[in-house]
């Protein structure tokens, strides 16, 4: 049972556009959400997080908008250039501090942004 | 720069073999973990690792098991390997001391026929 759930799973764009992807969530512990980028070959890597005290953050052109009455949260990315071209996920890490950290993921958007 | 690296980056095996992925990070990270990575399922979480011989269970970790032996290092072993575990396989670690970001390797093809 996933327990964040991620759409679409798959986003085409032209360069200029702004592609947003969207999760959904049902358990309330969780107090930290990031979302991860990875490239083909490579391993995922930290974009941009936020946490439920919080509405919205903004790093460059990537945002997260956070509802906390829904359980939802959404990554906009404004101006998308074709090098922003991969696969991003987005998690949610359980409160608490024997949770180690630890996360769950969505299902990945694989996103294209065409030149 | 954190390094997390894996063994291998592609791996063949034959239905019932041991299979053996190794992971190692150079930062001194408490934690360790170990995902498969499916299309359209995501990152799921098969073990992790908080200390040095500790390990707990994951959201899916029938048919593995992990060991650590060494900070720095973090196996994750396939007992008797069937064909629904090929996957793609990533490492990360952190540090909840200071971030939560995990930090990830270059993952682990593996294909068992």
């Known amino acids: 049972q996933q327990q964040v759930k991620q759409s679409p799973q798959s986003l085409i764009v032209q360069k200029g556009g702004i592609p947003i992807i969207n999760c959904a969530y049902e358990?309330?512990?969780?107090?930290?959400f990031p979302w991860y980028q990875q490239f083909p070959g490579k391993g995922p890597a930290l974009l941009i997080a936020?946490?439920?005290?919080?509405s919205e953050k903004k790093e460059g052109r990537f945002t997260i908008s956070f509802n906390k009455s829904a359980k939802q949260f959404s990554l906009h990315i404004m101006d998308s250039q074709p090098g922003d071209s991969a696969t991003y996920f987005c998690?949610?890490?359980?409160?608490?501090?024997?949770?180690?950290?630890?996360?769950?993921f969505g299902q990945g958007t694989i996103l294209t942004v065409h030149p | 720069d954190v390094k997390v690296t894996q063994s291998s980056r592609y791996l063949v095996k034959r239905t019932g073999e041991k299979v053996f992925l190794e992971c190692v990070q150079d930062?001194?990270?408490?934690?360790m973990f170990w995902y498969r990575q499916d299309p359209g399922l995501g990152l799921r979480l098969i073990y992790f690792?908080?200390?040095?011989?500790?390990?707990e269970k994951g959201d899916i970790p029938e048919g593995y098991s992990v060991s650590r032996e060494k900070k720095e290092r973090f196996s994750l072993i396939l007992e008797s390997a069937s064909t629904n575990q090929t996957s793609m396989y990533l490492c990360?670690?952190?540090?909840?001391?200071?971030?939560?970001?995990?930090?990830f390797g270059p993952g682990t093809r593996l294909t068992v026929t």
């Open positions: 930062m001194d990270h408490e934690n």
């Open positions: 358990n309330t512990a969780f107090d930290y």
């Open positions: 990360a670690s952190s540090m909840v001391r200071i971030s939560y970001e995990q930090y």
């Open positions: 998690a949610a890490k359980y409160a608490g501090g024997t949770s180690y950290g630890k996360l769950t």
């Open positions: 936020i946490r439920p005290d919080v």
């Open positions: 690792s908080y200390d040095v011989k500790m390990k």
